[in-house]
């Protein structure tokens, strides 16, 4: 089994600045890529921002800018620095990873729990 365990959400003033954390534990032979979603009430989960073993990074546009995305593959680690917040970024931030438990066999998608980011004066 694979486990994401995600911190850093917390209440932050527009113009703000957070760092959200992902680590991956568990039966890991090797990971693909992780990244974070959000979800903000009414709306659907969209992809905000990943990286790939290789180091190739992907954002959504709205945070193009404002975000970046940092990787430690020692450590299963993925990191989300979010900076110039919006209160139209609150949202619930969930860790994704693509990851293969074994050497054999596909690889999974795995999810964390979920961490709110709520930007507001």
């Known amino acids: 089994q694979v486990q994401l365990t995600e911190s850093g959400g917390d209440l932050v003033q527009p113009g703000g600045s957070l760092e959200l954390s992902c680590t991956a534990s568990?039966?890991?032979?090797?990971?693909?890529?992780m990244g974070w979603y959000r979800q903000a009430p009414g709306k659907q989960r969209e992809l905000v921002a990943s990286?790939?073993?290789?180091?190739?990074?992907n954002y959504l546009d709205s945070v193009q800018g404002r975000f970046v995305i940092s990787g430690d593959r020692d450590k299963n680690t993925t990191y989300l620095q979010m900076n110039s917040l919006k209160p139209e970024d609150t949202a619930v931030y969930y860790c994704?990873?693509?990851?293969?438990?074994?050497?054999?066999?596909?690889?999974?998608?795995?999810w964390g729990q979920g961490t709110q980011v709520t930007v507001s004066s």
């Open positions: 994704n990873a693509r990851i293969f438990p074994s050497a054999v066999g596909p690889a999974y998608d795995y």
């Open positions: 990286i790939t073993s290789g180091g190739v990074r």
């Open positions: 568990g039966s890991i032979f090797s990971t693909i890529s």
